[in-house]
């Protein structure tokens, strides 16, 4: 026998037990409203209505705004493909984050939404627009700050690709085909800029590019900047930009003859019955490559690990005026830059650059750089301290991916949601947090 549109659906179980489909009206990522309530006081509206400009004119079905927070916030809850759309715009929550002009009717289908990734944000002024967008946004949190002191990692990273994408190539480091995009990040995690690169370009390959702009508009703020790199990034004219700057920098070197000879005394095991606990000297000197035009101050790490033959030997080139075991010890912070990027790449899906044009895969990157920033942004001002160290994944699927109905009202709509991991203690400390911030609107 045939079911109605709205019959239920009766299961054999040893109670009575009705099922009823309502995708309009049930979502899974209720969660999400939060991290919308962060953005609009922090302006991401208004910021998108600044910096993007829209060909079409007035009369459109979806305004770019709408098209553009849909295309951040599907990222932000880790729908990667465009596919996903369809089901999406008729999600209750997407339709309530991304515009209440479109509550009854539902957001952007998948073609939409595609051509607006793939032909109107790709003109230059609008991808220009979402760099833009994404420093703003940090701008309006860091002017609330109160640190007088910026450190910059700068790193790059690997994007496979399995099609034929524009200016994809084969990366004998990471021995794949990809793209190699460029990141600079601050010390609390946010990606302040990025540029997505070939697959077959060096590491460091336009870092003045990407790293020169922040530093100047730091520096306007009054800031002491400090930058952190890794061996990859170990270019004589990059220090020397930095030193003319004034900015502090600690970056990794390759080892070679000369270095080693200089800590040799280092390399000897002591006499006797090998210590279980690795044993750690350090050295500081000054020491000049033949590309450099002056000396330089090289810390030295030298570790001796049980039940192995060899030493293991690190060194770093620093202004830094820290004693050796300082120096080294902010250096290691630089790995947290390579778990924000694991983040990025699991949270919001930023290996995702499956289109064929470059430009394309540009505007791709960068709106997911700005869904990772908003839920960066949302673990560190909204969160309570007792989850602010989840990762951004276990944000995403215990708190943004959060079950619940939406019900309607003659003046107004109730969003009933699913009591798990989002508590009702939690979400009213969220509220609370996001309620008491004071960021300035431009």
Known sequence: MGETANQPFQLSFSVALKVELQGSRVTSDGGLILVRELNERLGFSDLIAQHVTDPRGKNTQFPLADLVRQSVYRRLAGYEDVNDVERLSHDPTFRLISSEKIWERGSALTSRVHSFETELLTQDENLTGLATINRELLARVEATESSRRVVLDLDSTEIPVYGQQEQSAYNGHFESTCYHPLLLFNREGDCLAVK?????????????????????????????????????FAKPELYEALEDRGVKYASRIPSNDTLEQAVAELLTRAVGRPSHRPVVRYKSFRYQAASWTTARRVVAKVEVHCGELFPRVGFIVTTLEMDSRAVVRFYNKRGTAEQWIKEGKQAVKMTRLSCHRFRANEVRLWLSVIAYNLGNLWRRLAVPKRVDTWSLTSLQQRLMKTGGRLVKHARYYWLLLAEGHLTRRLFGAIVRRLAALSVPAG
């Open 196 to 232: 997505l690169r070939p697959g077959n370009v060096h590491s460091a390959e336009h870092w003045d590019e990407v790293l020169l702009p922040e530093i100047e508009r730091q520096q306007k703020q009054g800031k002491d900047v400090v930058v952190r790199a890794d061996a990859a």
